[in-house]
C-alpha cells in the first residue's frame, strides 16, 4: 500500500518500517522454514516470486505490510536495518476497506515468546486506526494452530466461526475494543523513488 511506504512507526522496543527490495532476500530465506511455512499457512516462493510479492505488497491498495525490526534507534544504513529484522505484520483489505484480515509472524526464533508478538499486533491495530478507516479485524488461523489461536484470543480477539471445510478458525476485533500503544511516525530514512540495488 503506498499510504506507508515512506514510513517508519517507533514503538517501545522494536520498530517497524515498510517492505523494501532490499529486505527481500532475508525474508526469502525466512520463508524456507518448514514450520514458518506451516504457522503462515505459506507455499515456498522462488526468489524472483518473493520480489514480485515485495511489488504488490508496496503496490496493491488492498494490502498493507510492515517489517518488524528490533529496537527503536533508526537504522544509519541498509544492512543494519536486515540485520535487525525480526518478522513482519500484514493487513488485506479483501471485501470492505473497513475489514482487513491481519497475519503476523516473529520469524526470527530467538525473538519468539518475549513480548514482541504482542507489541506487534497493538503497534499495527494502533496505526490502522488512526490512518484508516477501519471498523473491524479478523484473524484466520488453521484449526490445528493452537499457540496462535491462544495469541489472538489473549488479545481481545473473540471466536466468530470454526470452518471444518476449511480447517480454519476465524476471531474478530472490533476497533473499539483495540488495546492502544504510543508510538512515534517518522519519515522513513531509506524511503526514495528509486530503491536502493539488493
Given at each position: 500500500?503506498?499510504?506507508?511506504e515512506?514510513?517508519?512507526l517507533?514503538g517501545e522496543?522494536?520498530?517497524?518500517?515498510?517492505?523494501?527490495?532490499?529486505?527481500?532476500?532475508?525474508?526469502h530465506?525466512?520463508m524456507?522454514?518448514?514450520?514458518?511455512?506451516?504457522?503462515?499457512?505459506?507455499?515456498?516462493?522462488?526468489l524472483s516470486e518473493?520480489?514480485?510479492m515485495?511489488?504488490?505488497?508496496?503496490n496493491?491498495?488492498?494490502?498493507?505490510?510492515?517489517?518488524?525490526i528490533?529496537?527503536?534507534s533508526?537504522p544509519?544504513?541498509?544492512e543494519?536495518?536486515?540485520?535487525?529484522?525480526?518478522?513482519?505484520?500484514?493487513l488485506?483489505?479483501?471485501?470492505?476497506?473497513?475489514?482487513?484480515?491481519?497475519?503476523m509472524?516473529?520469524?526470527?526464533?530467538?525473538?519468539?515468546?518475549s513480548?514482541?508478538?504482542?507489541e506487534?499486533?497493538?503497534?499495527?491495530l494502533?496505526y490502522a486506526?488512526?490512518n484508516?478507516?477501519?471498523?473491524?479485524?479478523?484473524?484466520?488461523?488453521?484449526?490445528s494452530?493452537?499457540?496462535?489461536?491462544?495469541?489472538?484470543?489473549?488479545h481481545?480477539f473473540?471466536?466468530?466461526?470454526?470452518?471444518?471445510?476449511?480447517?480454519?478458525?476465524n476471531?474478530?476485533?472490533?476497533?473499539?475494543d483495540?488495546?492502544?500503544?504510543?508510538?512515534?511516525?517518522?519519515?522513513?530514512?531509506?524511503y526514495?523513488?528509486?530503491?536502493?540495488?539488493?
Open positions: 500500500m503506498k499510504l506507508n515512506g514510513t517508519m517507533i522496543s522494536i520498530s517497524f518500517v515498510p517492505y523494501c527490495k532490499h529486505h527481500v532476500k532475508k525474508y530465506m525466512w524456507q522454514d518448514k514450520d514458518l511455512q506451516f504457522l503462515t499457512a505459506s507455499e515456498p516462493l522462488t518473493e520480489y514480485e515485495q511489488l504488490s505488497w508496496q496493491d491498495e488492498d494490502k498493507l505490510t510492515f517489517l518488524a528490533q529496537g527503536t533508526v544509519l544504513t541498509v543494519e536495518e536486515v540485520s535487525r529484522m525480526i518478522g513482519d505484520i500484514n488485506l483489505f479483501l471485501f470492505s476497506p473497513e475489514i482487513a484480515e491481519i497475519n509472524m516473529v520469524a526470527e526464533h530467538r525473538f519468539r515468546r513480548g514482541y508478538g504482542s506487534m499486533l497493538k503497534l499495527m494502533s486506526v488512526d484508516l478507516n477501519m471498523k473491524k479485524f479478523s484473524a484466520k488461523i488453521s484449526n494452530n493452537e499457540p496462535s489461536k491462544n495469541f489472538f484470543q489473549k481481545r473473540l471466536l466468530e466461526s470454526v470452518s471444518e471445510v476449511f480447517q480454519e478458525t476471531f474478530e476485533l472490533l476497533t473499539a483495540v488495546s492502544r500503544c504510543n508510538y512515534k511516525k517518522i519519515d522513513y530514512p531509506f526514495s523513488s528509486k530503491e536502493p540495488a539488493d
